[in-house]
């Protein structure tokens, strides 16, 4: 028997290579003395009474594994396995021997491939066989099993596994040598059958055959990896793998399916049989891991940090809110509503406070009696806005706190209010984490007192008294009543004026001034003293100053200018001064008195009827057509000869009703409606000329004017 399974290991080249047969598609036929594929549990005898094994109750479902040391193996043994199956009599009962001490394990499955038509069969090559000859096991002779049947199923189609042996070819099949025969049951029996083995060695069956392309095949390489998983596929028995072969399995150009194992009931089976995850499919599962552990730390640090922003919010109480004060016109003022932000967390999250504490204009209880009231914000580095409307609800002031310091008031009235203080992150470090505004209405009433003052308290008579009025809110000239004839106030720097003539005669003593302004009324008292008047007394008419032009005595077109309204003040650059270059005489001297036949007892107390008393002043020119000047800026109103004791006559307006009037002239240097400057040549005198300064009627001392005696005239 030793020799047989010799001469059969060295002469599996000589054997004859069955030329390769199609065969015909049929069901696999089970035989009765096939031997079933070996289990775990006990082994049933078999019909001809031989013990066989039977396939695994629940096998999974084989995967192809990426091992070119496997795949090589598989290439080597497969046709030694065929050619022992082919070459064993199929009447001739297996022998078995009994096992060694050592358990048993069956070999791994040679699962069917299926077969590529009309391709040859590669030649088997004795350099394997060689090699993988020493490989197996030295074992009792295997029973030789029956010649397989048909193929049972078409390529890719699985027979189901039973518990006889598929049915044999019609055809003979090339004899083994018994040591093929041998070494295929001595790999049906290797520990690497059964289900204890590890399952990378499970993965890799010694029968099957894998080409090149199958391996380089990712698909194919995931079902590989299911192969591993499946534990019971080791059972399944060579004649049902050897059924499912062909007799000269030819390489396939491309790679061959793996047969699928038996579908099972089992839901273990089940899960088993469910693929494994690809490299995206691993990544992606991977990464949705990764991205709920994250969700899990950002809700942690969520729940940590809302606990931190709930504390922190709660500690921003309103003792953190800004203290503004505000003060107008020296009243301190309430706020009416307010809206801070109070930071919690950093510039990002703060809280809000925000509260309407009165809806209506808080109203003032004294009156504003300045024209520029003041605004005191403090602090003062916060951003002001400033809006102030009359009754009419015209806005009269808009702009900052700091621009209404120049505001001035054009009139008196009741005026609301509205100012909104702004804390921006612009502001000073110790409040720039603090923003808001806070509002401030009121309503107050501005009753401005214009100032009312007597310029000249005392003055003496033919001179001028002066009254001045500050700006007034109501923008009306302000009135003056009195014994006292005056042209009324006109505009001056600072508010208005009035120019009080004092006539020579004018009762001396106290005299009551009445001045009304925006409302308001004062009394002024204004003290006049006599005048030192000179007077001549002739024993003949013929003796008296002649041309002579009394008050009462001036031409209608000279009467008709002194009622006209005045200009504006032109004296104020320059003053007056005295309208000959040269040196004059003054026969006539204002308020002096001629009289006619008085008495010596009359003269000497200066007490009589009959005299005359000069209003103006004649004046007589060292030198005859001597050239006059224009004593202060005017405007000339008349220029012309009047004819008579007038000759050519010229009126200049000096503004404020004060007018000089010149008689007695030969020539005239200027017209009517020229404005004329001082010491402007005005024109040529004659023998005698008499110069008369007027405020509108009433004639003062021209003089006091020239010389710059008169102090009424010097307030403009």
């Not at 193996?73 to 065929?82: D, E, G, L, Q, V």
Request: charged content about 25%; glycine content about 6%.
């Amino acid at each position: 028997m030793e020799e047989d399974k010799k001469s059969t290991a060295v002469q599996p080249e000589e054997a004859p290579k069955p030329k390769p047969r199609r065969r015909k598609a049929a069901s696999p036929q089970p035989a009765a003395d096939t031997p079933p594929a070996p289990t775990d549990s006990a082994e049933p005898p078999a019909a001809d009474g031989q013990t066989t094994k039977k396939p695994a109750a629940s096998p999974k479902k084989p995967r192809a594994k990426k091992n070119t040391k496997t795949t090589k193996t598989a290439k080597s043994k497969t046709p030694k396995a065929a050619k022992t199956a082919k070459e064993a009599p199929a009447d001739e009962p297996p022998e078995r021997k009994a096992p060694a001490q050592e358990s048993p394990v069956p070999a791994a499955p040679e699962l069917a491939e299926p077969k590529s038509e009309n391709k040859p069969e590669p030649p088997e090559t004795p350099a394997r066989e060689d090699a993988a000859a020493p490989t197996v096991p030295d074992v009792p002779s295997t029973p030789e099993l029956p010649e397989p049947a048909e193929k049972a199923e078409p390529a890719g189609t699985e027979p189901e596994p039973t518990a006889d042996a598929p049915a044999v070819d019609d055809t003979p099949a090339a004899e083994a040598p018994p040591e093929a025969a041998a070494a295929d049951t001595a790999v049906t029996d290797t520990p690497e059958q059964t289900g204890d083995v590890p399952a990378e060695d499970a993965a890799e069956p010694s029968g099957l055959v894998f080409s090149d392309d199958l391996a380089n095949d990712k698909a194919l390489a995931a079902e590989a990896a299911r192969m591993a998983n499946i534990s019971r596929t080791a059972q399944l028995s060579i004649a049902q793998i050897m059924a499912g072969l062909e007799e000269d399995p030819a390489p396939s150009a491309g790679p061959a399916p793996a047969p699928e194992a038996p579908q099972h009931n089992s839901a273990a089976d089940d899960e088993d049989d469910e693929p494994q995850d690809t490299i995206p499919q691993a990544l992606g599962r991977g990464v949705f891991g990764m991205f709920k552990w994250l969700l899990l730390v950002v809700l942690f640090v969520l729940i940590i940090a809302g606990g931190g922003v709930a504390w922190l919010y709660r500690s921003a109480t309103p003792d953190m809110l800004p203290e503004v004060k505000v003060t107008f016109d020296g009243q301190e003022l309430a706020p009416t509503a307010y809206k801070w932000h109070v930071p919690v967390v950093g510039s990002f999250f703060r809280r809000t406070y925000a509260e309407t504490l009165n809806s209506s204009p808080v109203v003032l209880e004294d009156a504003i009696s300045d024209a520029s009231p003041d605004i005191i914000v403090t602090p003062s580095d916060y951003s002001t806005q400033l809006t102030i409307t009359d009754a009419d609800k015209e806005t009269v002031y808009e702009g900052s706190a700091t621009g209404f310091r120049s505001y001035l008031f054009a009139e008196n009235g009741t005026f609301d209010a509205k100012l909104v203080v702004t804390a921006s992150d612009s502001a000073a470090e110790d409040r720039s984490s603090v923003t808001g505004t806070e509002t401030w209405q009121f309503r107050f009433t501005v009753s401005i007192k214009p100032s009312i003052t007597l310029c000249t308290p005392t003055v003496q008579q033919g001179s001028v008294a002066a009254v001045r009025v500050g700006s007034t809110m109501s923008r009306t000239e302000p009135t003056l009543t009195g014994p006292l004839e005056s042209t009324g106030f006109v505009r001056a720097a600072n508010g208005w004026i009035c120019y009080l003539p004092i006539p020579w005669n004018a009762e001396t003593g106290n005299t009551e001034l009445t001045v009304t302004a925006d409302g308001y009324t004062e009394t002024l008292t204004l003290s006049v003293r006599a005048a030192a008047y000179s007077y001549k007394d002739y024993s003949a008419k013929s003796q008296l100053t002649s041309p002579y032009i009394g008050a009462d005595d001036a031409p209608d077109a000279v009467r008709r200018l002194l009622t006209a309204d005045g200009g504006e003040i032109q004296w104020a650059t320059g003053g007056f001064v005295q309208p000959f270059l040269d040196s004059f005489d003054t026969p006539l001297l204002y308020g002096m008195t001629e009289y006619v036949g008085r008495s010596y007892s009359e003269r000497s107390t200066n007490y009589g009827y009959g005299g005359r008393t000069s209003t103006n002043v004649v004046i007589k020119p060292k030198k005859s057509k001597d050239s006059m000047i224009v004593p202060a800026s005017g405007h000339v109103l008349l220029a012309e000869d009047l004819g008579g004791n007038y000759g050519y006559t010229v009126v200049i307006d000096h503004g404020a009703g004060l007018r000089s009037i010149f008689y007695g002239l030969t020539a005239l240097n200027v017209e009517a409606g020229d404005d004329v400057k001082q010491g402007q040549l005005l024109g040529t005198s004659g023998r005698t000329v008499v110069a008369e300064l007027r405020i509108g009627t009433v004639p003062i001392n021209p003089l006091l004017v020239w010389r710059g005696q008169c102090d009424g005239l010097k307030y403009y």
